[in-house]
């Protein structure tokens, strides 16, 4: 018998809302919901492969001790017998920085994994945490608590009512947004041209996303910075419009000076668009009357991360186009955090190296050091060594700066545990893997995503089944884990833990002047959250604290009931103005003024005025692969992702080239062996390799990655080369050497 059920695909970051048609706990196919209020019927070839993913004969049934080098099956009772001998016994004779833990982005997209790090950090103690982020997103967090005092305050452009979109460096139209849920992004931005609106795609190659744009601008790779810096300048020059967010950023006389050096003259031959150009999109800017400027990955993996992020806020604001419908605007999730609960109260002030790690002295950010000291960190004796290391949902190995380096460290660790769905590059290094359950066993809300989300939006997915007897559900191996990082053993009370972290939280928001719950007795609220089962207690709670919640009784508003009840989720509305209240810094403003943005103001101007590589080197998104997690899947092989080196056709041809032909791709850190792909897509002086291939050093475990392996980018790219503020890794961007090579 078939049956439908309404669910959401947690594939990447558009959250779109799905119909799974299931018979006999197969998922038979995946129908676009088109109830959904943010998805609207759209889903993308990745979420139509749901149930391949799920049921891939490949994928992690067991968990797997490594004996004599190879994987084999155990129970789940020994699985956390390995761990808790391994584990703690490091702690007590090494400390507790012996144990490292390394996050991926796989975590996000599960609430039970997601939801449940705040255990595992706390109870684990240890300094040296690690995530994805710092090869991705941390430079566009840290500038946001820095202006706006919390790392969640991430201005989105406004689509649905948005007239001229500016998209830099980014590729939604595959990616389908990145820090910007936004399913169905092509639509979206079709729709800005039908009722009269203009699309800017600002990117060195011609995507997916500049085909469909009104105008294309092939800049050079990291000239984003100096591009922005002209616009800031010209519009400072042609009068900032006045508005809320301009009067919060008090005196701006201050950006003349350090932006002087940036005209549309000055910088036009390093960006490769002309000063015209440059002066008209900047007046176009500024006299539309609903506008947003959004750059992604191509904006905060390159040389000049931070200060990107810093540039496309302040035109933002001086083009008057921050927090303005139709503008750049911030979400109101349902689910609370720093930025929605109650009135402004300050942020800590340290943003950055609350404590540095131990070898090279890197300062944390956001709570995490960068992922480029990681290996160091393995390698290097003394007091903090890192001994054991834990992965969740992640693939340091293909995503990291220099993996023949990690490779070696990840060899030399005396215990590593994974937490994995599949034997990776990575988890193959593991002397034990835990695998994650189907997902039709699992509730889950996009906690993290709905942050970003263009409507202010929820949806709850329930379970579909009951785990079967060798399936654990995320959140028992989650808590599991934190309770031996904490001493006290696997097999303890998972609820009762659980349920004494709750409470401790409780205690926390009542405790805090500005909360809806201040002052309010514990038992009373602990007794109202009683009624729901205990793994949806705090999902419940983060609803009734939050924007929308009905502050346990205090005010009309939302409880997980009302979410839940949407099958289809739950639309609150289109994005509205925050400011002042979503602030969180001293002042009580937009804080402008930093010392990095003028420092890296200056090393800018340096890079303006130097002589250009030959070739640069960009990555590139592709519709049917997500980072490196979907090779696997036979039906998402497609002519459209390849592993191939995109170059352009008259570079090729002068270096008597041809599509098909290989080449050795090199800089001081590496070398590759890659096939061309010849096109008239990307500008000249420029190549291509999309990122989350280099499958060739898997030790079996996904038999269709190993058929077409590609290459692995980072192989080119090391640890020393860092953005300066976050010292998040420069993974985009980089001069490379191009030279003919034999066929393989």
């Not at 995320?474 to 998972?494: C, T």
Request: negative net charge; proline residues 6%.
């Amino acid at each position: 018998m078939t049956e439908h059920f309404k669910s959401t695909c947690s594939l990447c970051e558009a959250c779109c809302g799905v119909i799974l048609e299931i018979e006999k706990d197969r998922v038979l196919n995946v129908i676009p919901d088109r109830e959904d209020p943010l998805s609207g019927g759209f889903v993308c070839p990745k979420g139509a492969v749901i149930g391949e993913v799920d049921a891939d004969p490949d994928r992690l049934r067991t968990p797997m001790l490594k004996t004599n080098g190879c994987h084999r099956p155990i129970s789940w009772d020994d699985a956390f017998s390995q761990i808790e001998e391994r584990i703690v016994p490091i702690q007590k004779e090494h400390g507790r920085d012996a144990v490292g833990l390394y996050v991926g982005n796989g975590a996000a997209h599960n609430y039970n994994l997601h939801g449940n790090l705040h255990h595992l950090l706390s109870n684990l103690g240890s300094q040296n945490f690690y995530t994805s982020g710092t090869v991705d997103q941390v430079p566009r967090q840290v500038v946001s608590m820095l202006m706006y005092g919390s790392e969640l305050s991430v201005p989105l452009p406004d689509l649905d009512r948005c007239q001229l979109l500016w998209v830099i460096g980014a590729n939604p139209a595959e990616s389908n947004g990145s820090m910007l849920t936004t399913p169905g992004f092509v639509g979206r931005a079709n729709a800005i041209r039908r009722r009269g609106g203009r699309v800017i795609v600002i990117d060195p190659q011609r995507t997916r996303t500049a085909q469909l744009a009104s105008e294309h601008l092939a800049i050079r790779p990291s000239a984003d910075g100096a591009f922005l810096a002209a616009v800031a300048n010209t519009l400072l020059k042609q009068k900032p419009v006045e508005n809320n967010a301009l009067r919060l950023c008090g005196d701006l006389t201050f950006l003349e000076s350090w932006l002087e050096p940036f005209t549309p003259e000055n910088v036009a031959d390093a960006c490769r668009v002309d000063a015209e150009t440059i002066t008209r999109l900047a007046t176009e800017l500024r006299e539309t009357e609903k506008a947003a400027v959004y750059g992604r990955m191509g904006t905060t993996t390159q040389a000049f991360s931070s200060l990107v992020v810093w540039l496309m806020d302040l035109v933002n604001i001086l083009a008057g186009n921050l927090d303005v419908e139709g503008g750049a605007m911030f979400a109101t999730p349902l689910f609370a955090q720093e930025n929605s609960m109650g009135d402004r109260v300050p942020s800590p002030t340290a943003v950055i190296g609350k404590w540095r790690s131990r070898v090279s002295g890197l300062p944390e950010a956001l709570h995490q050091l960068p992922v480029a000291c990681l290996p160091e960190e393995i390698e290097t004796p003394g007091q903090g060594q890192i001994k054991a290391l834990v992965t969740i949902a992640a693939n340091p190995v293909i995503s990291n700066p220099d993996p023949n380096r990690l490779r070696r460290a990840l060899s030399q660790l005396e215990f590593m545990v994974s937490y994995d769905t599949y034997i990776n590059e990575t988890t193959q290094y593991a002397d034990l893997i835990l695998p994650s359950p189907s997902r039709l066993t699992q509730f889950n809300y996009d906690s993290w995503f709905y942050q970003f989300a263009v409507r202010n939006y929820g949806r709850y997915t329930p379970a579909y089944r009951a785990p079967h007897a060798d399936e654990k559900p995320d959140r028992e191996v989650s808590l599991r884990l934190a309770m031996i990082f904490a001493g006290l053993g696997a097999d303890g009370d998972i609820d009762a833990f659980e349920m004494a972290a709750l409470r401790n939280e409780i205690e926390n928001e009542i405790g805090r002047p500005a909360s809806e719950i201040s002052g309010r007795d514990v038992e009373e609220i602990f007794n109202d959250l009683s009624r729901l089962p205990i793994e949806l207690r705090r999902l419940d709670f983060m609803f009734r604290i939050g924007p929308f919640g009905d502050g346990f009784g205090s005010k009309h508003g939302i409880r997980f009931e009302d979410v839940a009840a949407a099958s289809s989720g739950l639309d609150l509305g289109p994005l509205v103005p925050r400011l002042p209240n979503l602030l969180r810094t001293a002042s009580g403003q937009i804080d402008i003024r930093h010392e990095f943005a003028q420092e890296e103001l200056r090393r800018l101007k340096e890079w303006v005025d130097k002589d250009k590589p030959r070739y640069v080197l960009v990555g590139r998104r592709q519709l049917r692969s997500n980072n490196s997690w979907m090779h696997n899947i036979s039906s998402l092989r497609h002519a459209t992702r390849q592993c191939t080196l995109r170059m352009n056709s008259d570079d090729a041809a002068q270096s008597g080239l041809k599509s098909g032909d290989f080449v050795t791709v090199s800089t001081e850190h590496g070398s590759i062996k890659v096939r061309i792909e010849t096109t008239e897509s990307i500008a000249s002086g420029v190549v291509s390799l999309p990122h989350g291939w280099g499958h060739e050093t898997l030790d079996g475990g996904q038999r269709v990655s190993l058929q077409d392996p590609g290459v692995n980018v980072n192989q080119l790219t090391g640890h020393n080369r860092r953005d300066p503020l976050t010292n998040t890794a420069i993974v985009n961007g980089y001069a490379v050497q191009i030279a003919t090579s034999q066929c393989e």
